[in-house]
């Protein structure tokens, strides 16, 4: 069966995203780094691509230039087992000039999507009780990032 590897396209900062991942999840690392050569089409030496690893899955930053940026239509998904989880990943991604958006997305300092959510959230969105599921994602729609608590008590409302 293939490996489908995400790869994201970066102008410049493919090597330094890289390090940025790899130092905020466990179980990541750098794999390889390609550069440029004379026949470009970026200049000679720069980096071209990074190979690397968030949490054993297989990723690749490339430098293709400033044509293409990132948009909310392709997201990466983080699904958490904890409020702390949640929190860490939140606070890390949106360091350093990040942004925190609607409903558990937020945007990275690449601008990179993302979406922090619960194992829970599943679960919850796919209750038979349709008013149980409209309550929690009544609740999710004016969160930013995600409070557990607040969500299992709007499951739990009757």
Same mark, same amino acid.
């Given at each position: 069966?293939?490996? @489908? +590897?995400?790869?994201?396209?970066?102008?410049?900062?493919?090597?330094?995203?890289? $390090?940025?991942?790899?130092? @905020?999840?466990?179980?990541?690392?750098?794999?390889?780094?390609?550069?440029?050569?004379?026949?470009?089409?970026?200049? $000679?030496? #720069?980096?071209?691509?990074?190979?690397?690893?968030?949490?054993?899955?297989?990723?690749?930053?490339?430098?293709?230039?400033?044509?293409?940026?990132?948009?909310?239509?392709? !997201? #990466? =998904? @983080?699904?958490?087992? !904890?409020?702390?989880?949640?929190?860490t990943y939140w606070e890390?991604?949106?360091?350093?000039?990040? =942004?925190?958006?609607?409903?558990? %997305? #937020? &945007?990275?300092?690449?601008? +990179?999507? %993302?979406?922090?959510?619960?194992?829970?959230l599943e679960e919850l969105?796919?209750?038979?009780?349709?008013?149980?599921?409209?309550?929690?994602?009544k609740a999710i729609l004016?969160?930013? &990032? #995600?409070?557990?608590?607040? @969500?299992?008590? $709007?499951?739990?409302? !009757?």
């Amino acid at each position: 069966m293939p490996r @489908i +590897v995400p790869n994201l396209w970066f102008d410049t900062e493919a090597e330094e995203a890289a $390090a940025f991942y790899t130092g @905020i999840f466990d179980n990541s690392r750098i794999v390889a780094v390609t550069n440029y050569g004379e026949a470009g089409p970026r200049e $000679a030496g #720069l980096v071209m691509t990074v190979e690397f690893e968030l949490d054993g899955r297989r990723f690749v930053a490339i430098n293709g230039g400033p044509e293409f940026t990132f948009t909310e239509a392709m !997201s #990466l =998904e @983080i699904r958490c087992e !904890s409020q702390e989880e949640i929190d860490t990943y939140w606070e890390r991604l949106t360091a350093n000039g990040g =942004e925190p958006g609607p409903c558990g %997305w #937020l &945007k990275d300092r690449y601008g +990179v999507s %993302w979406q922090v959510t619960h194992t829970r959230l599943e679960e919850l969105l796919l209750d038979v009780d349709q008013a149980t599921v409209d309550r929690v994602m009544k609740a999710i729609l004016q969160m930013g &990032k #995600l409070d557990v608590a607040e @969500i299992e008590r $709007a499951a739990a409302a !009757s």
